[in-house]
């Protein structure tokens, strides 16, 4: 745990988890992180700026179970968890949410990019701390919105292959509309997910 404000956190399979603890999404950023220590999961999500591009290679199976690159759409890893009569890859409201996180990344990089620049030019702290809460409250309104967009889906809820995971927009699919790998909030793992939690505390406790 990292006595920070800053929003961040990494977890590498069997290695480490770390997150900074001083923030509204702790809750969010240590289970979040925790999915990729404990139980090798991978970032559903595609959207925010990450420090990699191109992570995975691309016509390679990841070897993360909650991603698929599905080179074979009718052996799905998760295929036992499938919705019944869905069709693969699932179609979803993908355009629309796009275009309101890029609306977003856009806003969030600008006022970064601000409180970034006060710093250094030594503003005063108040107006730093001023800002710095109105980028909190930024994120805050974001993810509310998100989450109110994912819920009223008719896609909401199912298992199926949405396509947008693993930092690529295109040719990788995540098992769920949402999930703690995807976006940020109290929310639950997806089923896949959550079946691999579940897979690895069985291996260590059988
Ligand atoms: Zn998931």
């Known amino acids: 745990m990292v006595n920070h ?3 961040g956190g990494g977890g590498i399979y069997n290695l480490y988890c770390t997150f900074t ?5 702790y809750r969010y950023l240590f289970l979040h992180e925790f999915g990729h220590s404990f139980a090798g999961l991978g970032d559903e999500y595609y959207t925010s700026s990450v420090a990699y591009n191109d992570f995975y290679t691309r016509g390679v199976e990841p070897t993360e179970p909650n991603i698929t690159a599905l080179l074979d ?3 799905l890893k998760w295929k036992e968890y499938m919705s019944e009569g869905i069709s693969v890859p699932t179609p979803w409201e993908k355009e629309d949410f796009d275009t309101m996180d890029l609306a977003y990344q856009k806003i969030r990089t600008e ?3 601000k409180i970034a620049q006060m710093k250094r030019n030594n503003a005063p702290q108040d107006e730093i701390a001023k800002t710095e809460q109105e980028s909190e409250k930024l994120s805050r309104d974001h993810a509310n919105k998100v989450d109110a967009y994912l819920n009223k889906s008719r896609f909401n809820g199912i298992v199926g292959a949405f396509e947008g995971a693993g930092y690529s927009a295109e040719g990788l699919y995540r098992p769920m509309l949402d999930c703690l790998m995807f976006t940020k909030g109290d929310k639950p793992f997806c089923k896949v997910c959550e079946m691999a939690v579940i897979r690895i505390i069985r291996f260590y406790s059988e």
């Open 5 to 7: 404000k800053r929003y």
């Open 21 to 25: 603890a001083d923030n509204q999404w």
């Open 73 to 75: 759409p009718d052996n």
């Open 111 to 113: 006022i970064n990019d």
